[in-house]
Nanobody, 114 residues
Framework: QVQLVESGGGLVQAGGSLRLSCAAS????????MAWYRQAPGKERELVAT???????DYADSVKGRFTISRDKGKNTVDLQMNSLKPEDTAVYYC????????WGQGTQVTVSS
């Protein structure tokens, strides 16, 4: 059973930065893709950023130019660098890994105050 553990969430003022990290129980390079999703209160879970096994990345329009997804081979983590945060970025952020199935972490809360 693949385990994913997110960390790095917290409270930050608008305009600030946070770096989320997702630690996996398996080598992250075995997955077809890994991604970050988020879910705000009363809203559906949405895709934020994806990185494939070939290192291709993709972002939701709402975060392009502000967020960067990357993989750290040494730490075996997938990270999400979030800059210029806005109150509308407030959500629980979830890590996802895809192989023959989809695996999810428990989530980490990000709160951006105005």
């Amino acid at each position: 059973q693949v385990q994913l553990v997110e960390s790095g969430g917290g409270l930050v003022q608008a305009g600030g930065s946070l770096r989320l990290s997702c630690a996996a129980s398996e080598n992250i390079f075995i997955f077809r893709a890994m991604a970050w999703y988020r879910q705000a209160p009363g809203k559906e879970r949405e895709l934020v950023a994806t990185i494939t096994s070939g290192d291709s990345t993709d972002y939701a329009d709402s975060v392009k130019g502000r967020f960067t997804i990357s993989r750290d081979k040494g730490k075996n983590t997938v990270d999400l660098q979030m800059n210029s945060l806005k109150p509308e970025d407030t959500a629980v952020y979830y890590c996802n890994a895809e192989d023959y199935s989809y695996h999810w972490g428990q989530g980490t809360q990000v709160t951006v105050s105005s």
